[in-house]
C-alpha cells in the first residue's frame, strides 16, 4: 500500500498540482459568486437529487431511478436558464480581466467619483431633512433584498440619488442598494432589527439598517428625515452624528485593496 502512495506521487508533476491548484481556485471563484444567492440553494437541491439517483441505483430501485435520471435530464438542460444571472456575470468579469479580483473593488478614478457623488447626496438630503437609506455590498451578495426592490443598474451620482430619495417620488421608500459603484435596486425592502436596547427616537429607516447590518456584512449609510442626521451601520453597530468630511473614512475601504474592516471607525452611542 506505501509502495502504491509512493508510486503515484512520484507520477505528479509540477504540470499535475498547477491543474489542480487552477481548477481549485476556479471552483472557489463559483461558489464566491453563487454564496448568499437562491442559486446556492438550487445546486444544494441538484446535489439531494444526484445522491438520491446513485443510492435508488445502488439499492435496486428500479423504477425511482429511472424517474430520478429523467429529471437529472431536465434538470441539466434548465441549468443555463437557472444561473443565467451567475453565467452573465461571470462572461462580464471575465471580459473586464476580474475574475480573479474582487468585485467590489473599483479602480482609484472610479472609488474616488463614488465617494465624492455619495458624499454630495448625503449633504445635500441631510441638509434638506430628506430621508434616505443607502446599503453598500460588500463580499456577501444582496440579491434577496434587490429581488424586493425595483432594479436599476444605473452609474452613482449626487443628482440621482438625490432624486430617488425626494419624497413623492416612486422609489423614495426603501433601500437603494448600491454594488460597486452602480445602484443596482432602490425601495428595496430590509429585515428590521430585534434589538431591543435601541433608542426609540430612532425610527423605522435606522432599524432596517441595523437589521441588514446584523445578517450581512454591508455598509449602510442612513439619513434621518426628522432631524437630518447621519448614521452608518455595519456589524449590527450604529454610529449616529456623522459628518459628511467624516464619511468618507466609513466608506472609502470599500473600494480600496488594502479594504480592512470598517469596525474601528464605529463607536457604539446607545445614549445618543
Known sequence: MLLQVRGIISTIGWR????????????????????????????????????????????????????????????????????????RKALEQLGRGRLFGRSGILNEEEAQNLLDETIKAVTVLAKNKIGALLVFEREMRLNDYVDTGIKVDGIV??????????????????????????????????????????????????????????????IIVVVSEETGIISVAEGGRLSRYVEPAKLKDFLRPLYSAKGSPLSDFFNWRSSS
Open 16 to 87: 499535475d498540482i498547477f491543474d489542480i491548484l487552477l481548477v481549485a481556485v476556479l471552483l472557489y471563484k463559483l461558489y464566491m459568486m453563487i454564496k448568499d444567492t437562491r442559486a446556492l440553494t438550487l445546486l444544494k437541491g441538484l446535489v439531494v437529487l444526484l445522491v438520491a439517483t446513485l443510492v435508488s441505483k445502488w439499492l435496486g430501485l428500479n423504477v425511482i431511478n429511472w424517474l430520478l435520471q429523467k429529471s437529472m435530464t431536465v434538470v441539466l438542460v434548465a441549468l443555463p436558464i437557472v444561473f443565467q444571472p451567475e453565467l
Open 157 to 218: 451620482s449626487s443628482e440621482f440619488l438625490t432624486n430617488i430619495f425626494i419624497p413623492n417620488s416612486p422609489l423614495h421608500d426603501g433601500a437603494v442598494i448600491v454594488r460597486g459603484n452602480r445602484v443596482t435596486a432602490a425601495g428595496c425592502i430590509l429585515p428590521l432589527t430585534d434589538d431591543p436596547t435601541l433608542g426609540k427616537e430612532l425610527g423605522t429607516r435606522h432599524r432596517a439598517a441595523l437589521g441588514i447590518s446584523e445578517q450581512t456584512d454591508a
